[in-house]
């Protein structure tokens, strides 16, 4: 195993969301580095090339066009806006959105399929419905902790670094 700096911000976000969702740190990384498509055997992947302006997969695009939309900027509160992106993620990703259940806490569950099952698993915990699913998320979050979530969320279905990185950052 190799050994890497990082810098003492960027490692304590990563020892936040290792807390939050009782992910190792490696884990995490791996997620914000390893694309989730899967390895064609026997081939190495190509690198894209190296430009001066990034470009985005279409499902990277369309997420941040929409976390920078009229539409989400007219939400009334970070919690909507935090509601509408997992409403979104989930529409976008129906086929594997369910993996975000594995998001928890050291006692907490932050997405489940019902509300009790969110009331169950700590105190105070104000589930609301994701809009237009049928899923449940914790909302008794900080900004901070929902960032942390929404970043774990879209690690989890395989978003960009940099998709990663900047949609969290619209919760306002």
């Given at each position: 195993?190799?050994?890497i700096e990082v810098e003492d911000d960027v490692f304590s976000e990563l020892e936040?969301?290792?807390y939050l969702?009782?992910?190792p740190v490696p884990q995490i990384v791996r997620g914000l580095v390893i694309r989730q498509d899967p390895k064609p055997a026997g081939k190495e992947l190509e690198r894209p090339p190296v430009t001066n302006a990034p470009s985005l997969s279409p499902r990277d695009r369309k997420i941040r066009d929409y976390a920078h939309s009229p539409s989400f900027l007219a939400s009334r509160s970070v919690m909507d806006q935090f509601l509408n992106l997992l409403s979104f993620l989930h529409r976008e990703n129906l086929d594997n959105?369910?993996?975000l259940q594995s998001m928890e806490g050291r006692k907490r569950k932050y997405i489940a399929r019902s509300e009790q099952e969110l009331e169950n698993s700590g105190n105070s915990v104000n589930p609301k419905r994701v809009p237009n699913t049928p899923y449940w998320a914790v909302t008794n979050?900080?900004?901070d902790n929902k960032k942390l979530l929404l970043r774990q969320a879209l690690t989890?279905?395989?978003y960009g670094a940099?998709?990663?990185?900047v949609v969290p950052e619209c919760l306002r």
């Open positions: 195993m190799r050994t936040k969301a290792s969702t009782k992910m959105f369910a993996i979050n900080s900004t989890l279905l395989g940099e998709t990663i990185r």
